[in-house]
């Protein structure tokens, strides 16, 4: 793929990834917005993409869950199940009660991971409703996948021990993501807004590259933008593979205690 460097000249990003791989990307979507053109996000053709970006597996959320079927949903994505697919769950977070039956549905189908549409459902970090699914998926051991605006969204989670992976640190933001996850070891964040020259120096050095995983948001925005950002970054050989992937795997693919 090339892209214009800013003079008109042409530039191999390709060439910039060079052997990177990802082992697993922690935000990736199956289904489709209605209300937005975009690309088709049938399983097959997701996966497709993917492989054209050389990552290997993917942590996969339903749009027609979060949007409007969450049980279907869910079983649909379930049975999409391999080593190259993640199962992640999803909840209504307008409807407290319902997200934590089905909370306690996927923790029992072995499901490790939900995610949480906030924007989409039109929800708030200050309801009640975001607290109470953020304890019940604490008290199972479940790792939380949250969109929404970091500055807000850690509130929900403070103090519950909990694993959650904010997808939509900006790198505007980043400060107040650090100075939040430096009192909560289970906080970590996608790379796929850190896009600034330092911002992945700047949380490992604050926090250690344990905290920082790649996602994408395949196939709604574009994956080889944080591959050449984790790329090209000042990171260590052994940190870019934990982004990469062995980040994601230990939370993702971890026995529940």
């Not at 459902?121 to 929404?148: D, I, K």
């Not at 993501?177 to 996608?190: I, K, N, R, Y």
Request: charged fraction near 25%.
């Amino acid at each position: 793929m090339a892209i214009e460097d800013g003079s008109g000249i042409p530039f191999d990003a390709w060439r910039l990834v060079g052997g990177l791989e990802v082992a697993l990307d922690v935000d990736v979507l199956f289904g489709a917005y209605p209300d937005r053109d975009g690309p088709p996000g049938a399983p097959e053709q997701v996966l497709r993409l993917l492989g054209g970006h050389r990552i290997r597996a993917a942590a996969v959320a339903s749009l027609r869950a979060a949007l409007f079927d969450v049980r279907s949903g869910n079983d649909e994505l379930i049975a999409h199940a391999a080593p190259e697919v993640v199962p992640v769950g999803v909840v209504d977070l307008r409807d407290p009660v319902g997200a934590a039956r089905e909370l306690e549905r996927l923790a029992a189908e072995g499901v490790r991971a939900v995610r949480l549409f906030p924007d989409e459902q039109g929800v708030e970090a200050g309801f009640p409703s975001v607290r109470h699914v953020a304890r019940r998926a604490a008290r199972l051991g479940l790792v939380v996948l949250t969109g929404g605006d970091v500055r807000r969204f850690w509130q929900p989670f403070a103090g519950l021990g909990a694993d959650v992976v904010f997808l939509d640190t900006h790198f505007y933001h980043l400060g107040d993501f650090l100075v939040a996850a430096a009192d909560e070891p289970g906080f970590h964040t996608s790379t796929r807004l850190l896009n600034s020259p330092d911002a992945l120096e700047l949380a490992a050095a604050e926090l250690g590259a344990g905290r920082l995983l790649y996602g994408s948001r395949a196939p709604h925005y574009e994956p080889l933008v944080p591959l050449l950002r984790l790329a090209t970054s000042g990171l260590k050989p052994e940190e870019i593979a934990a982004v990469a992937g062995g980040n994601a795997e230990r939370l993702l693919r971890r026995p529940q205690s």
